[in-house]
């Protein structure tokens, strides 16, 4: 694990983090069942507790589904768990002011006592942007000044910025929160155009299982993009976290679709092979995991306990 990934606080059992996502729109899931799921996650052991940052989904054949509202349940789940890390996966700057933003992640930071990892993305599912009255053009653009605009503001407390986007004058974010520096900041892209906007600044970088097919023999090749967008911008890569999103079935999955149709074949089988399946990605320098279960249930987090006493054994 590189020095940075170790750094980052909440001070896991085990060499490899291990979190899991909450329910997105697998289904309606109301916040006692959310409260309940992510209350377990931590009593079991899980280190981390992650949410993903959309407002309205539509398919091909016209299905809207809709999430509910990431920062709401960010600030809910800092305050009734006491030790997994939370964040965002990720957090779409298009649609946030990126002032607001900083100061809403500056409190979810004092609510959790400092567990806050500050997932960010240029995002890409449009009726994210034009159901809400947001524009969905010259994403990488206006992400490359509101990535300026939070991390000036999270890390020095202030900032002037006359933008082509975004006017921000003499903005000051107080109170200062409970980290110097604030909240670690992690990347979720593979462009080329993102890394290089953001590898000078941030912690941690994401991969989502798509990626690389759900398969840890398929990541090299990626991690290699990544080293090399590193040393591009002058930056060593071993100072980069490394975290992945691993798709994982649990006793009742029914498969997950991506788009196109196609499945990506989940990690699954008993505690021992799924907890092997863990290791491999450790193996290529992973610090940590987000599990995204099918199906996304109380049972299938309760089931993975056997699993992460596995991997603390070692």
Not at 33 to 41: K, S, T, Y
Not at 190 to 212: C, H, K, Q, S
Not at 233 to 255: E, F, I, M, Q
Request: hydrophobic share 45%; net charge negative.
């Amino acid at each position: 694990m590189s020095e940075v990934a170790a750094s980052v606080p909440g001070h896991p059992r085990r060499p490899l983090k291990v979190g899991i996502q909450l329910p997105e729109v697998e289904r309606v899931v109301r916040w006692p069942e959310l409260r309940e799921m992510a209350m377990r996650a931590e009593a079991i052991g899980f280190d981390s507790i992650w949410v993903g940052d959309h407002l309205l989904y539509r398919d091909s054949e016209g299905v809207t589904e809709g999430p509910w509202e990431a920062w709401s349940l960010l600030a809910a789940l800092a305050a009734v768990t006491e030790r997994v890390e939370i964040g965002p996966l990720v957090a779409a700057t298009g649609f946030h002011s990126p002032a607001m933003l900083a100061k809403k992640a500056n409190t979810v930071d004092e609510i959790s006592g400092g567990r806050l990892i500050l997932g960010l993305g240029s995002g890409w599912n449009e009726p994210d942007y034009t159901a809400f009255g947001f524009p969905f053009t010259e994403r990488v653009s206006r992400f490359e000044e509101a990535f300026t605009v939070i991390r000036t503001l999270l890390r020095d407390g202030a900032i002037d910025l006359d933008g082509r986007f975004y006017t921000i004058r003499d903005s000051e974010l107080l109170p200062h929160g409970p980290r110097a520096g604030g909240p670690p900041l992690m990347i979720g892209s593979m462009g080329e155009r993102m890394l290089r906007i953001t590898l000078p600044y941030v912690e941690l970088w994401n991969a989502w299982f798509d990626w690389f097919e759900n398969d840890p023999s398929k990541l090299p090749p990626l991690l290699a993009r990544i080293d090399a967008a590193c040393e591009a911008v002058g930056r060593d890569p071993a100072t980069l976290g490394r975290t992945v999103a691993v798709l994982v079935r649990c006793a009742g999955g029914r498969g997950r679709r991506r788009g196109g149709g196609d499945v990506v074949a989940p990690l699954t089988g008993e505690p021992e092979a799924i907890a092997d399946g863990l290791r491999a990605y450790a193996d290529h320098g992973v610090s940590h995991l987000q599990l995204v279960l099918d199906p996304i249930t109380r049972e299938a987090i309760q089931e993975l306990a056997p699993v992460l006493d596995l991997l603390d054994r070692g």
